[in-house]
């Protein structure tokens, strides 16, 4: 057994076994989120959660979106695409600390 | 049952048709549905299992190796039936490639003077492959069909070469593109005009299509970006979990997260609109079907006695009772699935 099983995915929702009310609000929030159109498309929503789930690194969520792409139409180019503007902004979040390194060598003298 | 309770079947184990774990007619009765034919207005004739193609997920199976056709005296058989039959208005004819049939040409002209409407599931690259076996080109394939006012309804599962190639293919993308090309030119797919073109997206994978709005807004656009393609409508379709793409999912250990999908996506909705309460598909030999699917499965009509172009009755046949398998969850998920798209 591993610590994360594919098939935990499935049950998520029992996370809901104690303080089921705070689950169903989540999922309530969850839903009216990310399971509609709205100002943004269903499909632009996933790609977002695909890049969260890629910089998360949450197995389960990676799974979930790359299928949620794929259904609602996006296409593996726009995918990588996602992923990678996750990607650059985990470099650009590293980097831009840069300045912090700056700010202690300026005040060093160095 | 929730999917939760489901013990899943061990590969080795699964039924082709009636899986007892993805019981279409226990959800039937869950939600009350009694799914009768409603009208028979479409024959599906299925008249060569022949392709120039051999796609990854063919329910057909068909491909370069087949050698099945439909005689001559099967298809006289049915035009006399669509003679009888004023309630008979479209002949969907399907394959295969169904222009490598070789009555192909005379079935079509002849239909058209009985006034019926023609649909030919043309799958693009047949015309410039031709035929797999003689070599006869299929060049004047275009033509014929404006000629005739057929509708061409063809399959193209993205409008990237990508996805299409790995479903269908090296090089069937830009093939098919040219194709297309070629029958904008003749008239087809314009807003003005009789001749209407309308594509088939299935998806590349096991999972479920998107919506049809929206794919068909994203293909008309890129595909008049790219490559200045019209055509009329897209028709979303679910790919069906039997023959060749069940044992990709099968080799690959996909199986049963597709089927519990599928389960899961079951709408009583779209299930009122599946069209096997509408057509009734023809095979080869003259065999009568719900559908193409269970053609392909051999789950034929029988009400005592096998049904066949030679013994079709109208009134018998819209009182049938239409057979359902494991694999008729294909139909019923989401926004539904049928040869003309969603049903919902």
């Known amino acids: 057994m591993n610590y994360y099983e594919s098939a935990d ?102 | 049952m929730s999917m939760m309770e489901i013990e899943l079947p061990l590969l080795s184990d699964m039924p082709t048709i009636h899986d007892p774990h993805y019981d279409f007619e226990a959800y039937l009765d869950r939600y009350n549905l009694v799914l009768k034919p409603s009208i028979i207005d479409t024959l599906q004739i299925n008249i060569t299992k022949l392709c120039n193609q051999a796609c990854r997920h063919c329910h057909v199976d068909a491909s370069p190796k087949r050698t099945e056709q439909m005689n001559e005296t099967t298809l006289r058989q049915i035009l006399q039936i669509l003679a009888k039959n004023e309630e008979i208005k479209n002949v969907d004819i399907t394959g295969g490639a169904p222009e490598l049939n070789p009555f192909f040409d005379w079935f079509v002209i002849e239909a058209k ?126 790919n069906m979990p039997i023959h060749r793409f069940r044992d990709n999912l099968i080799r690959h250990g996909g199986y049963n997260d597709y089927m519990e999908k599928l389960v899961n996506a079951f709408n009583p909705v779209a299930a009122l609109g599946i069209m096997c309460r509408t057509i009734i598909s023809v095979g080869y030999d003259g065999t009568l079907y719900d559908c193409d699917f269970n053609q392909m499965l051999e789950m034929e009509i029988q009400n005592g006695v096998k049904k066949t172009v030679f013994n079709f009755d109208y009134k018998k046949m819209l009182n049938r009772s239409i057979l359902f398998g494991s694999h008729c969850f294909g139909c019923t998920a989401g926004t539904g699935s049928s040869c003309g798209g969603a049903t919902v």
């Open chain 1, 9 to 110: 995915l499935k049950r998520f929702a029992e996370v809901g076994k104690f303080r089921k009310d705070l689950m169903d609000k989540f999922f309530d929030y969850y839903n009216s989120v990310t399971g509609v159109d709205g100002a943004l498309t269903k499909r632009e929503k996933a790609l977002i959660a695909l890049a969260v789930s890629v910089a998360k690194q949450c197995p389960y969520c990676i799974d979930a979106y790359t299928q949620a792409c794929l259904e609602s139409g996006a296409n593996p180019d726009q995918m990588t695409e996602a992923i990678h503007v996750a990607a650059a902004m985990e470099a650009g979040m590293t980097l831009v600390h840069g300045v912090q390194m700056q700010n202690v060598l300026e005040r060093m003298d160095a």
């Open chain 2, 113 to 238: 003077k009985l006034n019926k409407h023609i649909m030919v599931r043309h799958n693009l690259t047949v015309t410039f492959d031709g035929n797999p076996v003689t070599g006869e080109s299929k060049r004047y394939l275009p033509e014929f069909f404006a000629e005739h006012n057929v509708e061409v309804i063809s399959s193209l599962p993205y409008y990237q070469e990508y996805f299409t190639d790995k479903q269908r293919g090296k090089g069937v993308f830009s093939k098919s593109i040219e194709s297309i090309l070629l029958l904008n030119k003749v008239g087809y797919g314009t807003e003005d005009s009789s001749l209407h073109l309308n594509l088939v997206y299935n998806p590349a994978g096991a999972f479920l299509p998107a919506s049809q709005q929206s794919l068909e807004a994203d293909f008309k656009k890129e595909l008049w970006q790219q490559y200045g393609i019209r055509f009329n409508n897209l028709y979303t379709i679910t």
